[in-house]
């Protein structure tokens, strides 16, 4: 059991550059193409669909819909998502998502090395968040999350489960009719909390807690026409340097939208594109699919995105 227990312990804390390494960092990422092909920009609603996990404020810029994405990975990790977010009249808006990220296919072993069954790493999180517009120029929104991860292999004795509660707030402020400014601060007071005393028969287990970063992110958006521009910056608290964002989104072709952006990471910048298409139905729901790519750092490979989303 000594093997399992040190891997498990070590994930959260584990220093990667910035690029990863800390409990949580699956919620820096979005299940979707249009922050894919945007850097990774996330504080704005059209770069991301999951305000829940990143700016609240921006659901005032949604309408009633529905939000599904996944994304195929490498070495048999998975990440997908879906959300759903409507209007509160007169003034405020809900929205509620589900996103799940893991790897599975991992080959388990005991202490001796014998081979012992694939086990599999999930991280869950279940969000509701809220915004309320309190003038035409400015609104806040705070998000209430609960996160889950679970470990568990064909051995029950091996399974082992942590949770937590937390929140996040953010703002959005129109600093003339075609700029907007945005900000956020994510993961306040979230932590996984763990028991392992079913892991060890000698009573070595323990109870202890792995908490998450706390995230601070400020971006702004220029409307120019059919062109838009976005830039965003967020830092980890005093744990990682600060990391750049940015990219342009064109929507002059009908009901086709086209993205391109990158983000600077570990001194590599790492692009990304995407494309969004509204089928031309004449009767019934919006429906837009999303397609992007991001190339990832050296030896990750690139990141497929295809998410949904259908106004109702």
Same mark, same amino acid.
């Given at each position: 059991m000594v093997v399992v227990f040190t891997v498990?312990?070590?994930?959260?804390n584990l220093q990667a550059g910035t690029t990863g390494g800390f409990t949580g960092t699956f919620m820096r990422l979005t299940p979707d193409g249009m922050s894919a092909g945007l850097g990774g920009v996330?504080?704005?609603?059209?770069?991301?669909?999951?305000? #829940?996990?990143?700016?609240?404020? @921006?659901?005032?810029? $949604?309408?009633?819909?529905?939000? +599904? &994405?996944?994304?195929?990975?490498s070495l048999d990790r998975y990440f997908y998502g879906i959300n759903v977010t409507m209007p509160l009249p007169p003034t405020a808006?809900?929205?509620?998502?589900?996103?799940?990220?893991?790897?599975?296919n991992i080959p388990g072993r005991d202490s001796r090395g014998y081979y012992t069954g694939d086990l599999q790493d999930e991280e869950r999180l279940i969000g509701v968040s809220f915004a309320n517009d309190f003038s035409?120029?400015?609104?806040?929104?705070?998000?209430?999350?609960?996160?889950?991860?679970? #470990?568990?292999?064909?051995?029950? @004795?091996?399974?082992? $489960?942590?949770?937590?509660?937390? +929140? &996040?707030v953010g703002m959005m402020l129109k600093l003339t009719p075609g700029m907007t400014l945005s900000a956020s601060v994510q993961n306040v007071a979230l932590k996984y909390n763990w028991n392992t005393q079913n892991l060890f028969t000698s009573g070595q287990g323990q109870s202890y807690t792995d908490e998450f970063p706390n995230?601070?992110?400020?971006?702004?958006?220029?409307?120019?026409?059919?062109?838009?521009?976005?830039?965003?910056?967020?830092?980890?608290?005093?744990?990682?340097?600060?990391?750049?964002?940015?990219?342009?989104?064109?929507?002059?072709?009908?009901?086709?939208?086209?993205?391109g952006g990158g983000q600077l990471m570990d001194d590599v910048i790492l692009p990304g594109m995407s494309a969004s298409y509204l089928l031309p139905f004449e009767f019934g729901p919006q429906i837009q699919i999303d397609l992007g790519f991001v190339v990832g750092i050296p030896g990750e490979g690139v990141r497929q995105y295809l998410s949904w989303e259908m106004e109702f």
């Open positions: 498990i312990s070590g994930v959260g996330t504080l704005f609603e059209n770069a991301s669909g999951y305000a #829940f996990m990143h700016n609240p404020a @921006s659901l005032l810029e $949604t309408d009633r819909r529905i939000h +599904a &994405g996944a994304v195929k990975l808006h809900i929205g509620i998502g589900i996103l799940s990220a893991g790897t599975d035409s120029r400015a609104s806040v929104g705070i998000a209430l999350q609960i996160v889950q991860r679970v #470990f568990t292999g064909e051995q029950n @004795s091996w399974d082992l $489960t942590a949770s937590g509660f937390g +929140a &996040g995230l601070v992110a400020v971006g702004i958006r220029q409307n120019l026409g059919n062109l838009q521009i976005m830039l965003e910056v967020d830092d980890y608290l005093n744990q990682s340097e600060i990391q750049y964002r940015g990219g342009l989104v064109y929507s002059g072709w009908g009901n086709l939208i086209l993205r």
